[in-house]
């Protein structure tokens, strides 16, 4: 199945209805599964295809999205947002470029680590982002450090 088709699908499974708009919120947004794009970006684009839609309508759809698992909020800055990037496995965390944004999924939770450091506590929620270089931004890093 398709990514767009999934989401469609998640939305119906949600009980929210497949409008055009969210048709076409979604479809702008799965664009962005490997980067964060700000939510006024996203903002700026739905209202060039529906000039009459309000903002409040772009945020409370992307606020709902959120809420079932169809995009994912930044930790670092709650304005930016991706498309989920692995709908079989919503819990997940990520490597982020600190230069180009790039997002890589870490498949493994590292939460075992931290809870045998934790005894008695019961941890409620978590979230695990790394940040640092992506191997193109290295490459190109490496180049540039590189006398003539």
């Given at each position: 199945?398709?990514?767009?088709?999934e989401?469609?699908?998640?939305?119906?499974?949600?009980?929210?209805?497949?409008?055009?708009q969210?048709?076409?919120?979604?479809?702008?947004?799965?664009?962005?599964?490997?980067?964060?794009?700000?939510?006024?970006?996203?903002?700026?684009?739905?209202?060039?295809?529906?000039?009459?839609?309000?903002?409040?309508?772009?945020?409370?759809?992307?606020?709902?999205?959120?809420?079932?698992?169809?995009?994912?909020?930044?930790?670092?800055?709650?304005?930016?947002?991706?498309?989920?990037?692995?709908?079989?496995?919503?819990?997940?965390?990520?490597?982020?470029?600190?230069?180009?944004?790039?997002?890589?999924e870490?498949?493994?939770?590292?939460?075992?680590?931290?809870?045998?450091?934790?005894?008695?506590?019961?941890?409620?929620?978590?979230?695990?982002?790394?940040?640092?270089?992506?191997?193109?931004?290295?490459?190109?890093?490496?180049?540039?450090?590189?006398?003539?």
């Amino acid at each position: 199945m398709n990514i767009l088709k999934e989401a469609l699908q998640i939305l119906k499974d949600n009980n929210y209805k497949v409008t055009k708009q969210r048709i076409d919120l979604i479809d702008y947004l799965s664009k962005y599964v490997d980067s964060y794009v700000q939510i006024s970006v996203v903002d700026a684009y739905m209202r060039s295809l529906y000039p009459g839609i309000s903002h409040n309508t772009v945020y409370r759809n992307v606020k709902e999205f959120s809420d079932i698992g169809l995009v994912e909020y930044q930790e670092k800055n709650k304005t930016m947002i991706k498309f989920q990037c692995d709908f079989e496995q919503p819990h997940h965390h990520h490597f982020i470029c600190s230069n180009c944004g790039k997002v890589i999924e870490l498949k493994e939770c590292p939460m075992d680590f931290f809870t045998k450091q934790l005894p008695g506590c019961q941890v409620e929620t978590h979230a695990i982002e790394i940040y640092g270089l992506c191997p193109d931004c290295v490459k190109a890093q490496s180049k540039k450090a590189k006398p003539l």
